[in-house]
């Protein structure tokens, strides 16, 4: 019941919110001028923010900031024993900073290591907290790139992407997080630069308290889609999360900037209707994930759960299973991968339907600027699908969906599904994958599965009993990352690229309409259909046989 | 810049943007929210420290043992949930359990070595239920445990694999020499479990038993958190203890209950989580008392 009210109360005040946030984004993402201190930072970086790029210069430039961002990343992390405020944490073994530097830079934040036993505040600061803005900005950038091939009339420039990610940096995603940082240190999250402070408890026993920049940290890793933790327990930890009013403020920061940009999106192509149209089919994704984990988790079927009495294993007191389970939902179909709660212990079916939020491809909303991407996949394997069930042409605002076009799209699609399954089966066939898992038979299989999808989705979200710091987790998920996060964003700029060359064409009768009851159906039915013939058997192996079953 | 080849033109960009992106986001921004937060928000932004006596006891968001140097729960104290960071609220290793609800059966330590061997959760939870159960003076049953206070589980060996006559039934969480929750499984003597056999051929069958769908035991009372730092018990679990600390402080237990009720987190707004009590702010207040 209160769970009910408490997710109507966040989801409410989403789609207020999301409102202002899109106008805004659209007005100051899109053309206008440039201020003068970005003038300035453009020359000093030696770019002309005036010179528009095709879609392969597009791809070459953010492939060049994002490898150079991996690098940079890599270094500050094995060198970290060196560097000042490492609280003497050494530097990492180079597989792990090879992880943890690809795993930001791509968004994904999975983190194979404890944060408060690994990271000084330098690595944190400096090295992470810069990649969750800047893995962020990208996803914005291939967003808008794709808006434009969408909605511009001929040409072959789809903009410019130091232009996108600068203003994506500093227009949108810092100014919010100065905001909702302030007001969650205002809510006791703390934000200092202490080191470890051993006191002696009530008890007579010593604790030692772990301090550290968390305030400036959160907002970045909500909002962006990052999610890795300041601490290993990431939205569960007091420090990070400390009551439940912060808890219903983070879960609506994970979810603004997503859900804004579709908003952002109907208001660049001049169809704030479309907008609300898309808006509405991830409403339904979103709550259909929510009731069934929901009533998963209250059904508590599993013995240890009837044992207990209820999911409360891996729960914090303050926030409740319900709650849990909206953060849990809210984070894997964002593309977020923070937790308040084990994710592991949930149960079997509750667990599934984290994995399945992460298997729709992190389109409800999905992650910044990924998610509306990955939406609008969606809608044209929709529109295509539609165009010929009716026999009518497939055309998306007025742009024709043809053979290349949809070559593209069907690339974009198959690479989640192929790595995920490739990756897990050669886990579980493997003694290398196999010791990891935490925890034996189908739980340990859906361990595995989860933990590929949520890197190839650049997701982060854990089942951290699978223990991810071995030679064979390191490397296969770091190429799991690299090649599950920039083979669909070349797709999509290449799709970009070659819908921005045409003339659109005028609407007709023969037009399929992107609107009202049937084609938000449509779209809904395609989103699910597609995830479920991809996953059906693996989910059948892993949580639904742990859960029907056990 | 303009005679460089564009493909490098953009890799000395994105040098320089890396550059420029760590300078700002990465020292300016946390750095100025520093600033910010020790200004305006001292004591949240510095961890919310609590003091006894003058000196520094810990921070109200974060939980403490208050077990003795034995691991034995100090009676004139209430007690912290369950927690899995290291050995007990240690914040240098915040987690969870990360165990399934279906992790049912125990590996079984082997006798030469007492520390080796894993425990199931349902097997965590039900010794924990127990202990709980003993220092309240309530029943600690619950469904699924042994009066031993293990995972009520049975394998159950088969003659065709999974289905035919029960050959062999084993309890697989009872090691011997203890007795067997149960005498005899579907006409066969259940036998109780030898360290290192090898039951993998067996059926697990867990058995429910007779205990009470909801025990005396309060759920948040045999489950460890998700920080492993959970600062608060549910108003249930206080309610449970409140005797005994009454009885060990010498107070009433009208004053105990008072005590609670201002240590009590209620939903925020009403309707936001669960309420709580904080374990720690509640002790210490108890400590100035009596």
């Given at each position: 019941?209160?769970?009910?009210?408490?997710?109507?109360?966040?989801?409410?005040?989403?789609?207020?919110?999301?409102?202002?946030?899109?106008?805004?984004?659209?007005?100051?993402?899109?053309?206008?001028?440039?201020?003068?201190?970005?003038?300035?930072?453009?020359?000093?970086?030696?770019?002309?923010?005036?010179?528009?790029?095709?879609?392969?210069?597009?791809?070459?430039?953010?492939?060049?900031?994002?490898?150079?961002?991996?690098?940079?990343?890599?270094?500050?992390?094995?060198?970290?024993?060196?560097?000042?405020?490492?609280?003497?944490?050494?530097?990492?073994?180079?597989?792990?900073?090879?992880?943890?530097?690809?795993?930001?830079?791509?968004?994904?934040?999975?983190?194979?290591?404890?944060?408060?036993?690994?990271?000084?505040?330098?690595?944190?600061?400096?090295?992470?907290?810069?990649?969750?803005?800047?893995?962020?900005?990208?996803?914005?950038?291939?967003?808008?790139?794709?808006?434009?091939?969408?909605?511009?009339?001929?040409?072959?420039?789809?903009?410019?992407?130091?232009?996108?990610?600068?203003?994506?940096?500093?227009?949108?995603?810092?100014?919010?997080?100065?905001?909702?940082?302030?007001?969650?240190?205002?809510?006791?999250?703390?934000?200092?630069?202490?080191?470890?402070?051993?006191?002696?408890?009530?008890?007579?026993?010593?604790?030692?308290?772990?301090?550290?920049?968390?305030?400036?940290?959160?907002?970045?890793?909500?909002?962006?889609?990052?999610?890795?933790?300041?601490?290993?327990?990431?939205?569960?930890?007091?420090?990070?999360?400390?009551?439940?009013?912060?808890?219903?403020?983070?879960?609506?920061?994970?979810?603004?900037?997503?859900?804004?940009?579709?908003?952002?999106?109907?208001?660049?192509?001049?169809?704030?209707?479309?907008?609300?149209?898309?808006?509405?089919?991830?409403?339904?994704?979103?709550?259909?994930?929510?009731?069934?984990?929901?009533?998963?988790?209250?059904?508590?079927?599993?013995?240890?759960?009837?044992?207990?009495?209820?999911?409360?294993?891996?729960?914090?007191?303050?926030?409740?299973?319900?709650?849990?389970?909206?953060?849990?939902?809210?984070?894997?179909?964002?593309?977020?991968?923070?937790?308040?709660?084990?994710?592991?212990?949930?149960?079997?079916?509750?667990?599934?339907?984290?994995?399945?939020?992460?298997?729709?491809?992190?389109?409800?909303?999905?992650?910044?600027?990924?998610?509306?991407?990955?939406?609008?996949?969606?809608?044209?394997?929709?529109?295509?699908?539609?165009?010929?069930?009716?026999?009518?042409?497939?055309?998306?605002?007025?742009?024709?969906?043809?053979?290349?076009?949809?070559?593209?799209?069907?690339?974009?699609?198959?690479?989640?599904?192929?790595?995920?399954?490739?990756?897990?089966?050669?886990?579980?066939?493997?003694?290398?994958?196999?010791?990891?898992?935490?925890?034996?038979?189908?739980?340990?299989?859906?361990?595995?599965?989860?933990?590929?999808?949520?890197?190839?989705?650049?997701?982060?979200?854990?089942?951290?009993?699978?223990?991810?710091?071995?030679?064979?987790?390191?490397?296969?998920?770091?190429?799991?990352?690299?090649?599950?996060?920039?083979?669909?964003?070349?797709?999509?700029?290449?799709?970009?690229?070659?819908?921005?060359?045409?003339?659109?064409?005028?609407?007709?009768?023969?037009?399929?309409?992107?609107?009202?009851?049937?084609?938000?159906?449509?779209?809904?039915?395609?989103?699910?259909?597609?995830?479920?013939?991809?996953?059906?058997?693996?989910?059948?192996?892993?949580?639904?046989?742990?859960?029907?079953?056990? | 810049?303009?005679?460089?080849?564009?493909?490098?033109a953009h890799h000395v960009a994105a040098l320089r943007v890396v550059v420029v992106l760590t300078l700002a986001l990465g020292l300016l921004y946390p750095l100025a929210m520093t600033g910010i937060a020790q200004a305006v928000f001292g004591r949240g932004a510095g961890g919310s420290l609590v003091e006894k006596?003058?000196?520094?006891?810990?921070?109200?968001?974060?939980?403490?043992?208050?077990?003795?140097?034995?691991?034995?729960?100090?009676?004139?104290?209430?007690?912290?949930?369950?927690?899995?960071?290291?050995?007990?609220?240690?914040?240098?290793?915040?987690?969870?359990?990360?165990?399934?609800?279906?992790?049912?059966?125990?590996?079984?330590?082997?006798?030469?070595?007492?520390?080796?061997?894993?425990?199931?959760?349902?097997?965590?939870?039900?010794?924990?239920?127990?202990?709980?159960?003993?220092?309240?003076?309530?029943?600690?049953?619950?469904?699924?445990?042994?009066?031993?206070?293990?995972?009520?589980?049975?394998?159950?060996?088969?003659?065709?694999?999974?289905?035919?006559?029960?050959?062999?039934?084993?309890?697989?969480?009872?090691?011997?020499?203890?007795?067997?929750?149960?005498?005899?499984?579907?006409?066969?003597?259940?036998?109780?479990?030898?360290?290192?056999?090898?039951?993998?051929?067996?059926?697990?069958?867990?058995?429910?038993?007779?205990?009470?769908?909801?025990?005396?035991?309060?759920?948040?009372?045999?489950?460890?958190?998700?920080?492993?730092?959970?600062?608060?018990?549910?108003?249930?679990?206080?309610?449970?203890?409140?005797?005994?600390?009454?009885?060990?402080?010498?107070?009433?237990?009208?004053?105990?209950?008072?005590?609670?009720?201002?240590?009590?987190?209620?939903?925020?707004?009403?309707?936001?989580?669960?309420?709580?009590?904080?374990?720690?702010?509640?002790?210490?207040?108890?400590?100035?008392?009596?």
């Open positions: 019941m209160y769970g009910w009210l408490q997710a109507l109360f966040v989801l409410t005040l989403l789609v207020v919110l999301h409102v202002p946030v899109g106008d805004y984004m659209a007005r100051t993402l899109d053309g206008g001028r440039h201020l003068a201190i970005e003038r300035r930072l453009y020359r000093i970086c030696g770019i002309d923010p005036d010179r528009e790029q095709d879609w392969r210069h597009y791809l070459l430039a953010l492939m060049a900031f994002s490898v150079l961002g991996i690098a940079a990343l890599f270094a500050l992390l094995t060198l970290q024993g060196s560097l000042p405020w490492s609280l003497g944490h050494p530097g990492m073994s180079w597989e792990l900073a090879l992880h943890t530097a690809v795993s930001f830079t791509t968004n994904t934040s999975w983190q194979n290591y404890a944060g408060e036993a690994t990271t000084g505040h330098l690595a944190v600061m400096a090295g992470l907290g810069v990649q969750g803005f800047a893995s962020a900005a990208v996803g914005m950038c291939v967003g808008l790139a794709l808006i434009r091939g969408l909605v511009r009339r001929g040409g072959t420039e789809i903009g410019n992407f130091w232009v996108d990610l600068v203003r994506s940096v500093f227009r949108v995603l810092l100014p919010l997080a100065v905001l909702f940082g302030i007001v969650l240190i205002c809510m006791g999250v703390q934000q200092n630069l202490d080191g470890a402070q051993a006191v002696n408890t009530v008890a007579g026993g010593t604790q030692t308290l772990i301090g550290g920049p968390v305030g400036s940290w959160e907002p970045v890793k909500l909002m962006t889609g990052d999610g890795g933790g300041f601490f290993n327990a990431s939205s569960a930890h007091p420090f990070e999360n400390p009551s439940s009013l912060s808890d219903s403020l983070e879960i609506l920061i994970m979810l603004i900037v997503p859900t804004a940009f579709i908003r952002t999106f109907g208001r660049m192509a001049g169809n704030l209707r479309l907008g609300w149209t898309m808006l509405t089919v991830v409403g339904i994704l979103f709550g259909l994930l929510l009731i069934a984990g929901n009533l998963a988790q209250a059904a508590h079927t599993g013995t240890v759960a009837q044992a207990v009495g209820a999911q409360t294993e891996g729960t914090e007191t303050r926030f409740g299973i319900p709650a849990s389970t909206l953060f849990g939902v809210s984070a894997t179909a964002s593309a977020d991968g923070a937790l308040n709660a084990s994710y592991d212990s949930f149960s079997s079916l509750g667990g599934g339907v984290l994995l399945a939020a992460m298997m729709l491809g992190e389109i409800a909303p999905g992650g910044t600027g990924s998610g509306l991407y990955g939406l609008i996949m969606v809608v044209l394997v929709a529109i295509f699908l539609g165009g010929l069930m009716v026999g009518r042409t497939p055309e998306f605002l007025g742009k024709r969906i043809g053979f290349t076009e949809m070559r593209f799209v069907v690339l974009y699609s198959l690479v989640s599904p192929t790595l995920i399954l490739a990756f897990t089966g050669l886990a579980v066939g493997l003694p290398a994958g196999v010791s990891s898992m935490g925890n034996v038979g189908a739980h340990g299989l859906t361990e595995v599965l989860y933990a590929y999808t949520s890197n190839v989705n650049s997701n982060g979200s854990a089942m951290a009993g699978l223990n991810g710091n071995t030679m064979f987790y390191n490397l296969t998920m770091t190429a799991a990352m690299f090649i599950g996060r920039y083979l669909p964003i070349a797709f999509v700029l290449a799709l970009a690229g070659s819908l921005v060359r045409q003339q659109p064409q005028a609407v007709t009768a023969g037009t399929l309409r992107t609107q009202g009851v049937s084609f938000v159906a449509l779209a809904t039915g395609v989103a699910l259909i597609v995830a479920l013939l991809n996953f059906l058997p693996a989910l059948s192996l892993g949580p639904l046989a742990d859960g029907l079953l056990g | 810049m303009n005679r460089l080849p564009r493909w490098l006596d003058g000196k520094i006891a810990g921070s109200e968001l974060v939980g403490q043992s208050f077990t003795g140097t034995d691991g034995e729960p100090i009676k004139r104290y209430f007690q912290s949930r369950p927690s899995a960071a290291g050995d007990g609220y240690d914040p240098g290793a915040t987690g969870a359990g990360n165990q399934g609800s279906e992790s049912v059966v125990d590996v079984l330590p082997d006798p030469a070595d007492p520390e080796s061997g894993k425990l199931s959760l349902l097997t965590q939870v039900c010794a924990r239920s127990k202990a709980v159960g003993e220092l309240e003076q309530v029943s600690g049953a619950r469904p699924y445990c042994t009066s031993d206070g293990v995972g009520a589980v049975l394998g159950v060996f088969r003659e065709q694999g999974l289905s035919g006559r029960a050959t062999r039934v084993v309890s697989l969480n009872q090691a011997c020499p203890a007795t067997p929750f149960l005498a005899a499984y579907e006409g066969v003597a259940v036998e109780c479990a030898k360290p290192g056999d090898d039951y993998s051929k067996a059926l697990v069958v867990p058995v429910r038993g007779d205990a009470p769908a909801h025990p005396a035991v309060p759920a948040d009372a045999v489950t460890a958190s998700g920080s492993g730092l959970d600062p608060h018990i549910s108003p249930a679990y206080a309610d449970l203890q409140a005797p005994r600390v009454a009885r060990e402080r010498g107070l009433s237990l009208d004053r105990v209950e008072d005590v609670i009720k201002q240590n009590t987190t209620g939903r925020a707004l009403g309707f936001l989580g669960e309420p709580g009590v904080n374990v720690l702010t509640l002790n210490l207040a108890l400590d100035r008392e009596s």
